[in-house]
């Protein structure tokens, strides 16, 4: 077959997948039914797209699921006419982006009159000074809602890794059910706290004007109605292309630039992940070793239980963000794991050597992480 029909054929077919299958449809199906173990054997791509005209229009979705995942290689590789191993892990099958915008109501304005005010009283030049005033004064409800947006960025932070300045960010598909279980019951408060905030308002309201006195404006607060859309909590996922995937009519040779010019992003934004998770890793150690570096009584140091559990959390991060199976990152968390095993606050609050020996475990740990300049 010309190679131009396998190619339209394939892309058809993928777009057809792409279109039907999303990542909220993948999350429920894999949790409740096992990708089928029939998915199609590949061979060449004229085979899959015969195999996805002729048997995709009668398979279910979580086998549309399991013929996307299993095709990507071979249609990349067609539409390149490049091999690509099948077996050969890549940043795009083992990551996607994630991105989450989360909008609040401030609760505060400028009062231009105070401002001026303020100015005028001291002899000061216009615009030096500024009054904002706290709309709700400090209302425990919306204070409620602004900690909890700033702990749902932190776990969206915590669970991810670097990508781009435009507030995307990488999250390994190893991690997507625990980050989205996690995000969802963030989503969840959220949305509680919300109501809560909004069935409360018009009381705040009222009780605020005392407090303000002069400073008060009944202007300066919007409707239930129109504060409640001031709010909004969203996630979305987009999968993270591979280099060759390209889609552009710029002729063989600007592509080809088009092509490394990525490649090198990929590359850059690639070790930028990386060496955020390695940077986490040693302030987690640095902060152990430091507390831990007393030999008496005398001279203990005060540490939580936490500082342990930070450690031991970054054996599961170094697992789930390896997404290229890097042998340097593998290692490092069994050898972490080994370090941390049977590690105890309690133990090291306790026994001066059991201590001294895991400060000097950790310290080994330190001296083999890559060198980033830390």
């Not at 991105?99 to 030049?125: L, P």
């Not at 190893?174 to 969802?184: H, I, K, P, R, V």
């Not at 008496?296 to 199976?325: A, P």
Request: contains cysteine; proline residues 5%.
């Amino acid at each position: 077959m010309p190679k131009a029909t396998v190619e339209q054929r394939l892309t058809k077919a993928v777009k057809n997948i792409t279109e039907e299958v999303t990542l909220p449809t993948m999350d429920t199906l894999l949790r409740s039914e096992p990708l089928p173990v029939d998915a199609p054997t590949l061979g060449s791509s004229n085979d899959v797209s015969t195999w996805l005209e002729d048997e995709l229009p009668k398979a279910t979705v979580a086998h549309k699921i399991a013929a996307y995942n299993a095709i990507m290689p071979v249609v990349d590789a067609a539409l390149r006419s490049e091999p690509l191993p099948v077996d050969a892990p890549t940043l795009g099958s083992s990551a996607m982006l994630v991105e989450v915008n989360i909008s609040t109501w401030a609760g505060r304005k400028k009062d231009k009159r105070a401002s001026a005010d303020v100015v005028s009283a001291n002899h000061a030049d216009k615009e030096v000074a500024n009054v904002i005033k706290k709309l709700l004064a400090n209302s425990d409800t919306l204070k409620a809602i602004q900690t909890h947006v700033t702990a749902a960025r932190n776990m969206h932070s915590n669970m991810t890794m670097p990508w781009s300045n435009s507030g995307l960010r990488l999250l390994p598909t190893a991690q997507y059910f625990n980050y989205s279980e996690a995000m969802s019951q963030m989503l969840n408060e959220f949305e509680a706290l919300k109501i809560r905030f909004l069935n409360s308002y018009n009381d705040e309201v009222i009780n605020v004007q005392l407090k303000l006195g002069s400073l008060f404006s009944r202007d300066d607060y919007p409707t239930v109605e129109t504060l409640a859309s001031k709010f909004a909590f969203r996630m979305n996922y987009m999968p993270l292309p591979d280099v060759g995937d390209f889609r552009v009519d710029v002729g063989n040779e600007a592509l080809r630039e088009i092509r490394e010019k990525y490649n090198d992003f990929y590359s850059r934004q690639y070790t930028t992940a990386m060496n955020d998770v390695w940077t986490r890793l040693h302030k987690a150690l640095k902060n152990m070793s430091e507390r831990l570096d007393y030999g008496s009584k005398e001279d203990k140091k005060v540490f939580r239980d936490t500082l342990v559990g930070n450690v031991t959390d970054m054996i599961e991060l170094l697992r789930v963000c390896n997404v290229t199976q890097s042998t340097q990152m593998s290692d490092m968390a069994n050898k972490l794991e080994e370090v941390m095993s049977g590690v105890t606050p309690d133990a090291l609050r306790e026994d001066d050597t059991f201590r001294a020996e895991t400060k000097a475990a950790v310290d080994a740990v330190m001296k083999s992480l890559p060198s980033l300049d830390l």
